[in-house]
């Protein structure tokens, strides 16, 4: 059974740094992707980027490029969420989730493609 377990969310002040791990097990994620999402209080659940666990190949939406950076650790079957320069918008609940099979070359965004979600962990960020 695949499991994410996420971890590093936290209280910062604007213009500090958080990183988030997504911890996978439970299966085989060679042809998978792996997404971040976050959901503000009363708002949608949105799409933050993601990777192709096989190639590495990253896709960060705009508001977030240039400032969060996404990488992963094969040996370790962890995902990273760097989070740079964060804002008090960025405040939020993270979420980490998985596409299973046939996403080597694509990261979708649409969240109904992903079949695992992690619990979820919170960043508030301070002005």
């Known amino acids: 059974q695949v499991q994410l377990v996420e971890s590093g969310g936290g209280l910062v002040q604007a213009g500090g740094s958080l990183r988030l791990s997504c911890a996978a097990s439970?299966?085989?994620?060679?042809?998978?992707?792996l997404g971040w999402f976050r959901q503000a209080p009363g708002k949608d659940r949105e799409f933050v980027g993601g990777i192709n666990w096989s190639g590495g190949s990253t896709y960060a939406v705009n508001s977030v490029k240039g400032r969060f950076t996404i990488s992963r650790d094969n040996a370790k079957n962890t995902v990273y969420l760097q989070m740079n320069s964060l804002k008090p918008e960025d405040t939020a609940v993270y979420y980490c989730?998985?596409?299973?099979?046939?996403?080597?070359?694509?990261?979708?965004?649409?969240?109904?493609?992903?079949?695992?979600w992690g619990q979820g962990t919170q960043v508030t960020v301070s002005s």
């Open positions: 439970g299966g085989t994620f060679s042809s998978s992707a």
């Open positions: 989730a998985v596409a299973m099979g046939g996403w080597n070359y694509f990261i979708p965004r649409d969240l109904h493609e992903y079949n695992v």
